[in-house]
């Protein structure tokens, strides 16, 4: 299958920061990217979807102006997690689907571990 | 509004012996039926998918899915476990394009000896 790559996989940072994850389509073109959270031993919870060149839609209860989403090309999405505080701390995980209709797969990255301090 | 329901948190099997993951959903239109294998720390590995056609999918590692309209479900089952199938299950129901793609709690597996 397709290949999606998250990075950083681990990230400490201060309460107060903020921090960017990337999220990459290495061999294919993504025309949307989904961002998840994954609290412990929990299930993913999907906080927003983008496709490229527009806007993010967040789903209820996750805002916009804490989790900031960018989806400038077809390969790169990123989610920046502004004025961090340890209530962030989580699992974040994205996947990403190509255009081309019914049965397109999303792939998933291997997430990133975000520990606010 | 969409859900997936898997009602066992947690199963233990012992190696050798077959392993059935149960996975009930609730969806308005044609579901698109997905089962994903996660490793501590990891992200998700799709193991295998159901659009259409034939109600027993065949997924990768020797997993298979049936998808049994009349009960809402789509159990993954094994016939035989190995120790490196320990890791975290999830179903998960979907539209055709995947834009409101939805998982269920999860059901974490362990491999007994």
């Known amino acids: 299958g397709a290949v999606v790559s998250q990075h950083p996989s681990r990230v400490i940072c201060k309460s107060g920061t903020s921090v960017k994850i990337e999220c990459r389509s290495l061999?294919?073109?993504?025309?949307?990217m989904f961002w998840y959270r994954q609290f412990p031993k929990q299930s993913l919870m999907l906080m927003a979807t983008s496709n490229e060149g527009s806007k993010a839609t967040y789903e209820q209860g996750v805002e916009k102006d804490k989790f900031l989403i960018n989806h400038a090309s077809l390969t790169l999405s990123t989610l920046t997690v502004t004025s961090a505080h340890p209530e962030d701390s989580s699992f974040y995980i994205c996947s990403a689907k190509g255009g081309g209709g019914l049965n397109t797969e999303a792939f998933f990255g291997q997430g990133t571990r975000l520990t606010v301090v | 509004a969409q859900s997936v329901t898997q009602p066992d948190i947690h199963i233990t099997v012992s190696e050798g012996a077959s392993l059935e993951l149960r996975c009930n959903y609730s969806?308005?239109?044609?579901?698109?039926l997905f089962w994903y294998v996660q490793s501590p720390g990891q992200g998700l590995q799709l193991l295998l998918k159901y659009f259409s056609g034939d109600t027993l999918v065949q997924g990768i590692k020797g997993f298979e899915a049936e998808f049994k309209r009349s009960q809402s479900s789509f159990n993954l089952r094994k016939p035989s476990v190995h120790w490196s199938d320990a890791a975290e299950y999830f179903c998960a129901v979907g539209s055709y394009n995947n834009n409101d793609m939805r998982f269920g709690a999860g059901t974490r597996l362990t491999v007994k000896p």
């Open positions: 061999d294919f073109q993504a025309t949307t």
């Open positions: 969806y308005g239109a044609t579901p698109y």
